[in-house]
């Protein structure tokens, strides 16, 4: 995985002391601990009794980067009104008005998951032509 990507491991991540492994090459838990280890005096750990050491390990979380959506503004232009009236309320509901907003503006990335959100909502809005995000980044996914 390029360095880039999982240099921004969150303060506090959970690192695994399982070398190993058959999975630690592609385990975020595993690349944390080389890289916190040099940045942090103090460490999580995942409890390494209860780790497994294949693919039933209940910790692994792969460091396989997605490809995360930024905004949404430009979809707004391809609808009528009363299809972005809809659309708006539908998201709203689900992320909250502030979350929205940041959201559409791209200030928080929308992960594969949340794409399917905004073109699900499309669909009920009526929109009928597929409208594409922004912009696209690919990024690690530190947490579900």
């Not at 690192?15 to 975020?28: F, K, S, T, Y």
């Not at 399917?116 to 809005?125: I, Q, Y």
């Amino acid at each position: 995985m390029p360095k880039k990507l999982y240099e921004d491991v969150p303060d506090g991540y959970p690192v695994c002391l399982h070398g190993d492994c058959p999975l630690a090459e592609d385990c975020l838990h595993r690349l944390a601990y080389h890289v916190l280890i040099g940045q942090s005096d103090i460490l999580r750990v995942v409890n390494p009794n209860h780790c497994v050491k294949d693919h039933g390990c209940p910790y692994f979380r792969s460091a396989t980067p997605v490809r995360c959506a930024c905004g949404f503004t430009a979809m707004q232009q391809n609808m009528l009104p009363g299809q972005y009236r809809t659309f708006m309320a539908i998201l709203v509901e689900r992320f909250g008005r502030n979350s929205y907003y940041e959201r559409r503006r791209g200030d928080i990335l929308l992960s594969p998951q949340e794409q399917d959100v905004v073109r699900g909502a499309l669909r009920e809005a009526g929109v009928q032509e597929t409208l594409d995000f922004d912009r696209y980044e690919e990024k690690v996914c530190w947490y579900e």
